[in-house]
């Protein structure tokens, strides 16, 4: 497999019905879906996924430059659209993820001139604040053991 020779480009790969299912899923959900999330929605629809299918195709799709991901603190990957520019503030306790309401990467924080991406073609990132959220901090006191 020749997997790491060309990114693909959507103008001349166009995408599969199972990979347009997949992106339409991504677009109508208001939050991230796993991959299993995703075959179970796809399932309700006329096409077959398989769950391998379903991984292959996320793949595919990140390479296309249309879908994100980003793993949560229990390993799991979670994907959304491209477009959704979402972070978080993850608290390592109780596991509640709060959304920021701005991107700090988009607003100025990544100035990564193209010397320092060596021809490395970005497509989307990620950026996590991982702590203790307000209701564990009170609830739990570390440090009074
Ligand atoms: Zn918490
Ligand atoms: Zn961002």
Redesign the pocket.
């Known amino acids: 497999m020749a997997q790491h020779s060309y990114p693909p480009d959507p103008d001349v790969m166009p995408l599969g019905p199972r990979q347009r299912a997949l992106l339409a899923v991504l677009q109508e959900a208001n939050a991230e879906l796993s991959g299993q999330e995703l075959h179970e929605r796809l399932r309700q629809g006329s096409q077959r996924h398989g769950l391998a299918t379903v991984y292959r195709n996320l793949r595919l799709l990140q390479r296309s430059g249309l879908v994100r991901c980003r793993k949560l603190p229990n390993g799991e990957s979670v994907y959304a659209p491209l477009e959704r ?3 978080h503030l993850t608290c390592v306790s109780c596991g509640h993820s709060e959304p920021l309401p701005i ?4 607003t100025g924080g990544l100035g990564l001139s193209k010397v320092l991406l060596q021809g490395f073609k970005p497509l989307f ?3 996590e604040i991982h702590g203790l959220c307000l209701s564990c901090q009170q609830s739990e006191p570390l440090s009074h053991g």
């Open positions: 520019d979402d972070h991107c700090p990467v988009a990132h990620t950026f």
